[in-house]
């Protein structure tokens, strides 16, 4: 008997132990993280664009030796795209990659920021425009002044629309209903379009069952990982923006938490994922048109004289429309103004 109870008290005591460090592992664990931050972005799980944001998220528990843990949130797991901004704003989430163009009116210097309908596709002019021309200071203010931290934006490639019918000429868009937010809906509406707002994940369901006739994607890839044309096979040829620039953010208050040198991480991180994006999309994006032309995709015809002109004419307006926005708009439309008149 006596033998039973000091056997019996040795595997108590055993699995005590076990059970003691295991706990204590956990509590290491959960505790080995100085900030825990939520991240909210625009892509899928498993999509070419939402590893590069988890590679983004990587990249910052790197910089700051594991201090920041980053928990990804891909699209459709909590916040939606249309509500990222305002998440960030409230702390609901910690950092989000928000397509500006969902939040025109939360934030109109967004969708100057992403870059109106005839844009440039000079990356090296976009670069200095940020960087050189004073757009980064604007931006700062304009998201500082709704309780957010603007970081290293990334470069996108062209905009297209794709559609469920041959577009032969810009008279073709009378009447359809395009998912096209922002300054880019204004642009197709300029044309007779009716423009509507969803989100990339709702997009293949909205063309296949017929809620709208085509959209634009961020880039090509968009179109290619949404497998949109399984329901829409036709892509005008004239881009609607010749790129698109997209941001990081950060809660204010979270940002305010952080050491000059976690900071300084940080932004070095978004500086590497700027980097990334540029590179892959234009990499993606020439395997995103051979894949999806290999499914059927169809290019319109070459567009004539007069189409140019009244693509050229449709986002001629833009410019004085959304410099009356509010004065972020302003201070970055009269960079351009003067960029312009050089």
């Known amino acids: 008997m006596i033998n039973l109870f000091k056997s019996v008290k040795r595997n108590f005591l055993t699995t005590t132990v076990v059970a003691l460090l295991g706990i204590m592992t956990l509590v290491d664990t959960v505790s080995a993280a100085d900030h825990n931050w939520r991240f909210g972005n625009l892509y899928g799980r498993g999509t070419a664009f939402g590893e590069v944001y988890k590679n983004l998220a990587d990249g910052i528990e790197k910089r700051t030796g594991g201090k920041i843990k980053v ?52 990356t090296d ?32 490639t062209p905009v297209y629309i794709i559609t469920k019918k041959p577009i032969n000429s810009v008279e073709d868009f009378k009447g359809l209903k395009i998912r096209a937010p922002g300054a880019y809906g204004k642009f197709l509406r300029n044309l007779g379009a009716t423009p509507v707002s969803l989100s990339w994940g709702e997009i293949y369901t909205s063309l296949a069952t017929g809620v709208i006739d085509g959209s634009i994607g961020s880039n090509l890839i968009d179109h290619r990982d949404g497998n949109h044309v399984e329901v829409a096979k036709y892509m005008y040829k004239l881009p609607l923006a010749g790129a698109q620039v997209l941001p990081i953010v950060v809660n204010k208050s979270a940002w305010n938490k952080l050491t000059p040198k976690l900071q300084e991480a940080v932004h070095a991180a978004t500086v590497d994922h700027a980097k990334e994006q540029l590179e892959k999309s234009k990499k993606w994006e020439a395997e995103a048109v051979a894949q999806m032309e290999a499914k059927g995709l169809k290019w319109s015809p070459e567009p004539s004289a007069a189409d140019k002109k009244a693509w050229k004419a449709a986002g001629a307006s833009l410019w004085d429309e959304y410099s009356s926005k509010d004065k972020y708009c302003k201070e970055l439309i009269d960079v351009l103004r003067a960029q312009a008149s050089k």
Do not use: C, N
């Open 71 to 122: 928990d990804m949130r891909f699209a459709g797991e909590g916040v939606g795209q249309a509500g990222l901004l305002a998440a960030t704003k409230s702390g609901l989430i910690t950092m989000a990659a928000p397509f500006q163009s969902m939040h025109a009116g939360e934030l109109p210097a967004g969708v100057v920021e992403i870059g109106l309908p005839g844009g440039t596709s000079d």
């Open 125 to 156: 002019e976009l670069y200095k425009l940020f960087h050189e021309d004073g757009w980064d200071k604007i931006l700062k203010k304009a998201y500082g002044a709704q309780g957010l931290v603007w970081l290293e934006p990334y470069i996108q």
